[in-house]
T-cell receptor, first 117, second 113 residues
Framework: NAGVMQNPRHLVRRRGQEARLRCSPVKGHSHVYWYRQLPEEGLKFMVYLQKENIIDESGMPKERFSAEFPKEGPSILRIQQVVRGDSAAYFC???????????????FGPGTRLLVL | GDSVTQMEGPVTLSEEAFLTINCTYTATGYPSLFWYVQYPGEGLQLLLKATKADDKGSNKGFEATYRKETTSFHLEKGSVQVSDSAVYFCALRRPSNDYKLSFGAGTTVTVRA
């Protein structure tokens, strides 16, 4: 059973370039969450998506950041015109769906380490 | 807002030593509390959890008790092994936002043979 897959594991970009981070949830999971961990800080919630829908993007910066979870394929977190402050670890998690129980467990991927030069 | 504060690392121990990682939180109401573990090269895994005051979560020899009076959820293990070397994250989830997790910064633990 494959867990949550993220790629690339490490990504280096120069200021102004675009970064695309991919997340393949656990097979059968239809809910995806993205978290960001800045240096020396804890993981912070960014966005919650279901297939083809953004449910909650309250933790995502309003500009340059976008996320999608298409009907087919992985979830993508896209950062346009990256700046040095975007350097962080980005974690994706998935859950089976039917959210409504506080017992629902999120399964995490290994993260993508983004470094902006 | 909600926040979680963890003991700073890194922590280095010998095998069979006692491990404690302190975790305190700030939140309104009665959040659920979690410990996640990340082994090298892997994703975060749920280690244990507690959903109400005085609950004790336990798994793989690790324990943590939800202490409402001290707003703490310290992780303990009586005798660590080399295989316990990992990064440990304390986290909370408010009942009203039951999908958003708030994490501490993580504590790196290295156990030497």
């Amino acid at each position: 059973n494959a867990g949550v897959m993220q790629n690339p594991r490490h990504l280096v970009r120069r200021r102004g370039q675009e970064a695309r981070l991919r997340c393949s949830p656990v097979k059968g999971h239809s809910h995806v969450y993205w978290y960001r961990q800045l240096p020396e800080e804890g993981l912070k919630f960014m966005v919650y998506l279901q297939k083809e829908n953004i449910i909650d993007e309250s933790g995502m910066p309003k500009e340059r950041f976008s996320a999608e979870f298409p009907k087919e394929g992985p979830s993508i977190l896209r950062i346009q015109q990256v700046v040095r402050g975007d350097s962080a670890a980005y974690f994706c998690a998935s859950s089976p769906g039917g959210w409504g129980s506080t017992q629902e467990t999120q399964y995490f991927g290994p993260g993508t380490r983004l470094l902006v030069l | 807002g909600d926040s979680v504060t963890q003991m700073e690392g890194p922590v280095t121990l010998s095998e069979e030593a006692f491990l404690t990682i302190n975790c305190t939180y700030t939140a309104t109401g009665y959040p659920s509390l979690f410990w996640y573990v990340q082994y090298p090269g892997e994703g975060l895994q749920l280690l244990l959890k507690a959903t109400k005051a005085d609950d004790k979560g336990s798994n793989k020899g690790f324990e943590a008790t939800y202490r409402k009076e001290t707003t703490s959820f310290h992780l303990e293990k009586g005798s660590v092994q080399v295989s316990d070397s990992a990064v440990y994250f304390c986290a909370l989830r408010r009942p009203s936002n039951d999908y958003k997790l708030s994490f501490g910064a993580g504590t790196t633990v290295t156990v030497r043979a």
